[in-house]
């Protein structure tokens, strides 16, 4: 299994930007989605959560700004980013939980990361 993650870039305050994070391989079902971001010299956080049935979550600092969705047909998972900030540069990570089989055994799996800059 894999989670290929693209969409970022550079991009002015205030600007937006769609980030995607594509599954492949041997997949049975995919439960919760998520974003999270590490800035240089901090912690990485959690962003954004989706569950299989549609559910969001948002960290505080995105509310009203970012918003998570998922195509479970196409197992692609996305993260619309508006009103940009400087804040928000980090590098963005997708994360998965996936059964990649009938057993009913769940398995985290991460993306590459994509860099998103904010900057004028």
């Known amino acids: 299994v894999q989670l290929q993650a693209s969409g970022g870039g550079l991009v002015q305050p205030g600007g937006s930007l769609r980030l995607s994070c594509a599954a492949s391989?041997?997949?049975?079902?995919?439960?919760?989605m998520a974003w999270h971001r590490q800035a240089p010299g901090k912690q990485r956080e959690l962003v954004a959560t989706?569950?299989?049935?549609?559910?969001?979550n948002y960290a505080d600092s995105v509310k009203g700004r970012y918003t998570i969705s998922r195509d479970n047909a196409e197992r692609t998972l996305y993260l619309q980013m508006n009103s940009l900030k400087p804040d928000d540069t980090a590098v963005y990570y997708c994360?998965?939980?996936?059964?990649?089989?009938?057993?009913?055994?769940?398995?985290?799996?991460w993306g590459q990361g994509t860099q998103v800059t904010v900057s004028s």
């Open positions: 989706i569950t299989s049935g549609g559910s969001r």
């Open positions: 391989g041997v997949i049975f079902s995919i439960n919760v």
């Open positions: 994360y998965a939980q996936i059964r990649n089989s009938s057993a009913p055994r769940w398995f985290a799996y």
